[in-house]
C-alpha cells in the first residue's frame, strides 16, 4: 500500500495530466478525494513545500499533455490516460510498479470483455448489463478502465438504465490507493460526458478483494458478473493463505504456477458469484495448453455450464519455445509488459448448473503482430469468434 506521503507525492506529479484530462468536466472541482489532495497540496504550496518533476520526465509530461489536448474523450483519451499512468507508476515507482503487478488493461482487450459478457448475458440469461439484478465488479480496478469503457457506451448499458447502474450496479476494488482514487474520477468523467450531469461515484473503494473470500448467498436472485485482469504473477504470493490454499486444493496446478496470483483470484471469483453469474478475466494462456493444468480445467468444467476461451496467443518466453513457435506466436496485445501468451475467458454459471460445461475455443491467427490483434479485438466487439466446441484434451 502507499503511504500518506506518497500518496499525496503521486497526486503532486500527476496533477497536471489529471486537470488536463477532466477539463471538460467538473469533476476535479467536485471529486472528494481530487478536491481534498489537491487542497492540502495547495496548502503545502503555500510553504514552499513542492515535489519537483525528474528532470527526465518534464518533457515528456509536457508532450502527454499537448497529447491529452488533442485526444477526443472517450476512448480515445482512456487509453491514453491508461498508458500515461502505467508509465508514471514504473518510472516514479518502479518497486510499487512490480510488486503490485501493476500491469494496466489495453482498451482492446477492455470492449471485447466487454461485449462478449453482453452476449453471455443475453443468450444465457436473456439479459442486458441495464437490467437491475445485473450487479458488475471489477476487483482489480487499477484506473478504472473497465467502467469508463462500461459507462460510455451505449450498446452496453442503456441511456434509461445508465443512471441506475452507476448509482446501484457497478463496484470496484483496488489495491492501490493512487490508483484508485483515479479510477473514480475517470468514472465519474465518463457518467459526466455521457449524460451531461455530475454524479459521485461511490462504488469505488481502495481495498484488497481478495480478503474478501466469503461466498455469496445461494438465493437472493442477482446476476453477479466479475470483470477484469487479476495480477498473474507472484507478487501477492502468500498474502492470502487461505484462499491460496483453497485454490490450491481445487485447481492442483504445478508447482511452477502453484502461487499464480490469477488461481486465486479465480477462486474468489467462482466463490463471489454464488448460484448464477459470468466471469471474465483476462490471463495468462498457459492453464488451457499445458497438460500440468488438467486439474484445473477439468474442476472448471464442473463448477460451470459454458466455457468461452479467446487464445491470443503471444508466448514470448524463448526459454520454453523454438523460434517457429515464436513466429507463430505473433506480438503481444501488452506489448512488451509480459511475456507469457493471453487469453480472454468468459464462465458461465446459470442458477441449475450441471457441471461438465460446454467448451468453446477461438484463437487469434498466426503471425499477427500486437497492433493487428488489437484490430482483430476490433472485430470481436462487433461480433464472437468463429467458437470451435472441443474437450479439454484436444
Known sequence: MLDLSVLLACHELVRPITEASLEDTDVVRRNRVLRTVHGILDLLHEKGMRVSLPSDLSGEYERAIDRIHVASPGKERTDLMRRLYEG????VSPGISDSMGVVYTPVEIVDAQLHMIRRVLERDFDTTFSDPRVNVMDGFAGTGIHFCRLVEDPTLITDEGLEDRYLHGLRANEIIPFSASL???????AYQRRTGTYAPFSGCRAADTLDDVSPQREDDGMIR????NPPYGTEFAGTHPRLE??????YEPPANGA??????ALRWASDHIGSQGVICFVTT???IREPSYTRMRARLA???DDIYVLDLRGDNEYHRSDRQHLRQEGGNVFDQRTRSPIAITVLSRKQQCHGQAGIHYGVCGPYL???DKKRFLGHIVEEDPLWSKRSWDE
Open 88 to 91: 508514471f507508476m514504473r518510472a
Open 183 to 189: 479510477a473514480a474520477a475517470g468514472i465519474e468523467a
Open 225 to 228: 458478473v466479475i470483470v477484469g
Open 245 to 250: 490454499r483453497r485454490a490450491m486444493a481445487t
Open 259 to 264: 502461487r499464480n496470483g490469477f488461481l486465486a
Open 285 to 287: 494462456a498457459r492453464w
Open 302 to 304: 464442473d463448477e460451470f
Open 369 to 371: 503482430t500486437a497492433r
